[in-house]
């Protein structure tokens, strides 16, 4: 018998894995090819119907979407900043106005001159409610229809912000017509809520439920605390 004949072809090796356990084993070890870059060059993804791409490089085209994305944030949030530092200034500038106020009855004037430019509104107002009348006779100003109406949107004492109904936007902005979006926010005097002060808009979607509302909730804080109230 030759050589030739006697030789015997070697039996294929086993090459099915526990694709579960490869994936595991390189999570585990995610340097491994690093330590193996023969390994890496070899590997192949399909990208496309008829194209291929290595390993790295779509290690390098995630990535570079996550930068993409990454740096889209970051300019959101830089667009968020100059926007807050625009508000928080035209908010300082309107406290300050009305720190100066002398007279209760002048702080309606004050805030509504002022409000607008300060949260760059198209409609901005303050309007006292019947218990403001304990207060002071002169500061309620609303007929009863429109009061309870304001009422209930603060029934939960606290800042309301989304889409307001045609009626509601009447109510809180004389010269709107239809509906719109706003904030609403209560000035609780006592466990009482003496009045609101509101922004709003004809745009349905320019403030929604889950606008912050810290700047005009500071402002509430603020008109319910100048040194006028310590007065009556």
């Known amino acids: 018998m030759s050589r030739d004949k006697a030789a015997i072809k070697p039996s294929p090796v086993e090459t099915d894995l526990d694709h579960a356990a490869v994936e595991a084993f390189l999570l585990d070890n995610p340097h491994f090819f690093m330590q193996h870059p023969g390994v890496l060059a070899e590997l192949e993804l399909p990208h496309g119907e008829s194209s291929t791409v290595s390993l ?125 979006s706003g904030v609403v926010t209560p000035l609780r005097h006592n466990d009482e809520i003496i009045g609101v002060i509101a922004v709003g808009s004809h745009d349905t979607a320019r403030y929604q439920s889950d606008d912050g509302t810290l700047f005009i909730d500071h402002l509430a804080e603020v008109i319910v605390r100048l040194p006028v109230f310590a007065l009556l």
Request: hydrophobic fraction near 45%.
């Open 56 to 180: 790295v490089e779509r290690q390098v085209s995630l990535l570079r979407e996550r930068n993409i994305e990454m740096r889209r944030r970051l300019a959101q949030i830089n667009q968020w900043a100059k926007a807050n530092d625009v508000l928080f200034a035209a908010t300082r500038t309107l406290v300050l106005n009305l720190l100066e106020v002398r007279d209760v009855g002048e702080i309606k004037s004050t805030f509504d001159s002022g409000i607008s430019n300060a949260f760059e509104a198209q409609f901005g107002a303050l309007h006292w409610l019947p218990a403001a009348a304990t207060l002071d006779p002169e500061l309620n100003s609303l007929d009863t229809e429109s009061s309870n109406l304001i009422l209930s949107l603060v029934k939960h004492q606290q800042s309301l912000s989304g889409v307001l109904r045609a009626e509601e936007m009447t109510a809180l902005f004389s010269e709107a017509k239809g509906e719109g």
